[in-house]
């Protein structure tokens, strides 16, 4: 299983980006995938997931309002939208991806649930 973040960049202060992740060696409907973001000297934190049965969809309160996402299975992609970025926002952004066993429905951003990681996307936000 390969993830490949990418999208990252230099943005300024109220605007947008569209981080995508490219999923490889899995069948990507039958997974579970989340975003995380590590910002500098701060622990990495789970922001968003997705379900693999039904998109369901679970964001931490700090991304809720701002950032979404969504996957296209026929693309085996996953993408985190995010709007309205402040320079708190700044920081390696990661997607993550899980087998859910029977919880198809559900999904959770603690990273212990997480399976098989990319590498990182650096995301920077000017003021």
């Known amino acids: 299983v390969q993830l490949q973040a990418s999208g990252g960049g230099l943005v300024q202060a109220g605007g947008s980006l569209r981080l995508s992740c490219a999923a490889s060696g899995l069948t990507t409907e039958s997974y579970t995938f989340g975003w995380f973001r590590q910002a500098p000297g701060k622990e990495r934190e789970g922001l968003l997931c997705?379900?693999?049965?039904?998109?369901?969809?679970f964001s931490r309160n700090s991304a809720k309002g701002r950032f979404t996402i969504s996957r296209d299975n026929a693309k085996n992609m996953v993408y985190l939208h995010m709007n309205s970025l402040k320079p708190e926002d700044t920081a390696v952004y990661f997607c993550?991806?899980?087998?859910?066993?029977?919880?198809?429905?559900?999904?959770?951003?603690?990273?212990?649930?997480?399976?098989?990681w990319g590498q990182g996307t650096l995301v920077t936000v000017s003021s």
């Open positions: 997705i379900s693999s049965v039904g998109d369901n969809t």
């Open positions: 993550a991806t899980y087998y859910p066993g029977r919880d198809v429905v559900r999904c959770g951003i603690s990273e212990q649930l997480y399976d098989h």
